[in-house]
């Protein structure tokens, strides 16, 4: 019995319009208390300053009223009758301390609780606020008044009943909160609503790419009235949507080109299979046709050996440093007895060194030369050309004379399975990888491949390798060539 483990969950991702509100709705929060404490704070202050000015004043007067007009002062205390709640108290006291006057409920407020009193010629302080139970809030202030060069004649205090401004910034404090959870909470809507507005391009953009598939790659993201912020975003998609549809194009063309070369051969061994049991043969006729299948099996071996090699472009390699020129004659007396056949000479010229796998080395260049041999004429030249670059890099050209290349068909030559009709024609055994496995070496290490080409001229093909990399090591023994 198997058994089957469950994933764990993975914890989802807060979505982009909860960040947002998330967001819009910290920030508004930090506004308002921001902005009603700023206010709150400041109408507070407004109110001190008046009810200190008013203490002051208050005091002023008394003290002239004292220093001009001593008995007038009893007209100047407020009226303050039992049970009704005054604007302010005044209490009147000689300098011993016994209370001359004052006014209804000051006798509650002890004497003490009153800030030291100056005389008129110090500047009056800030008064100091006194809570008498629950209800009633009172500023307090004192100064002394002063008559006939005596400064501490009559002591005068005043308390301010503060109560209703209290009530007010009680009231001013409750709705400035109410205010607050109202606008977080119209923050919040406006939030939901804005942040669903601003977000529905991506979305617009997610269900166009949701209907995208293999069949319709031609489809891009972009579109008019796309938001600045998301243009960036639709660039890199759309340049992914043409990398892939130029992939599956390629893609679609290597499996019809793998289909029809695999074909061939395949046809081939079953035509002769059938051939063979259509009637009996002879042991000659049957070795004739087991060595005509071996040679069709040795290229579908040679071709799958291939098409392994370019599945595995990020394939490890050793770089060395070589002589060049020495690998290259080793190749050149490895397709000799080919080059003799065909009464063509391979001739090389210059001398240089490139750091690269041996290996690899060889299978490129061979493969060139391998081409080479195969559409040059009989009693051709073929010409491997070393030129040292002035960055310490190397330049090897492979020239011949042969057929050459329609120029049209230049940008296609190094894909995979492609083959010119006209190279079909002359060799028919290729499979159209020779050219590709090139360009995937000079890849890896970081060099460079082109053809130059003349119908009925000849075809140049030029290998551009890097300057050798700083520790690598001398090449001293150099394996046998094989042919890509």
Not at 98 to 111: A, D, K, M, N
Not at 144 to 157: F, N, S
Not at 290 to 303: G, H, N, P, V
Request: aromatic share 6%.
């Amino acid at each position: 019995m198997s058994s089957t483990k469950k994933r764990p969950d993975r914890p989802r991702a807060i979505s982009l319009t909860a960040r947002l509100v998330g967001f819009y709705f910290v920030a508004t929060l930090l506004i308002l208390l921001c902005t009603n404490w700023f206010q709150f704070k400041r109408l507070s202050k407004d109110l001190d300053y008046e009810d200190n000015d008013f203490l002051v004043e208050r005091i002023v007067n008394l003290r002239d009223i004292i220093a001009r007009h001593p008995d007038a002062l009893k007209d100047q205390m407020p009226a303050n009758k039992p049970g009704q709640q005054s604007h302010h108290l005044v209490r009147i006291q000689d300098a011993e301390g016994r209370t001359l006057l004052q006014s209804h409920g000051i006798e509650t407020i002890p004497v003490d609780l009153f800030p030291p009193a100056v005389t008129s010629s110090e500047k009056i302080g800030r008064g100091v606020k006194y809570r008498a139970g629950k209800e009633k809030h009172y500023l307090l202030n004192a100064a002394w008044a002063g008559r006939d060069g005596d400064p501490h004649y009559r002591l005068v205090q005043v308390a301010l009943n503060i109560t209703k401004d209290d009530a007010l910034m009680s009231k001013y404090l409750i709705r400035t909160a109410s205010s607050v959870v109202i606008g977080l909470v119209l923050a919040a809507v406006l939030g939901v609503i804005i942040a669903h507005r601003g977000l529905r391009p991506l979305k617009e953009m997610a269900d166009k790419l949701s209907g995208i598939t293999e069949a319709d790659l031609h489809q891009r993201t972009r579109m008019v009235g796309t938001p600045r912020e998301l243009e960036e975003l639709t660039i890199a998609l759309d340049a992914m949507l043409e990398r892939l549809e130029e992939s599956f194009g390629r893609l679609s063309e290597f499996s019809a080109n793998l289909a029809h070369e695999l074909r061939t051969p395949i046809n081939n061994l079953r035509g002769e299979a059938e051939v063979a049991l259509s009637r009996a043969r002879s042991e000659d006729e049957y070795r004739h046709i087991i060595e005509s299948a071996i040679e069709e099996y040795e290229r579908l071996s040679r071709m799958v050996v291939d098409i392994l090699f370019l599945a595995r472009p990020d394939r490890s390699y050793q770089p060395e440093l070589i002589d060049v020129r020495a690998e290259v004659e080793r190749l050149a007396d490895y397709y000799g007895n080919v080059a003799d056949e065909d009464n063509t000479a391979i001739v090389i010229e210059g001398e240089g060194e490139a750091c690269v796998d041996p290996h690899l080395f060889q299978r490129a260049v061979g493969n060139l030369i391998s081409n080479a041999l195969h559409y040059t004429k009989k009693f051709g030249e073929i010409r491997v050309k070393l030129r040292p670059l002035s960055d310490a890099g190397l330049e090897l050209i492979v020239e011949d004379d042969g057929m050459g290349v329609d120029p049209a068909e230049l940008p296609r030559v190094f894909d995979r399975f492609y083959r010119s009709p006209q190279a079909r024609q002359v060799y028919n055994q290729g499979s159209g990888l020779g050219l590709a496995i090139v360009r995937s070496i000079m890849s890896l290490h970081g060099g460079t491949v082109s053809m130059a080409s003349a119908p009925g001229k000849g075809t140049a093909v030029t290998l551009g390798f890097p300057p050798p990399r700083p520790g690598c090591r001398a090449h001293d023994c150099a394996p046998a060539a094989q042919e890509g």
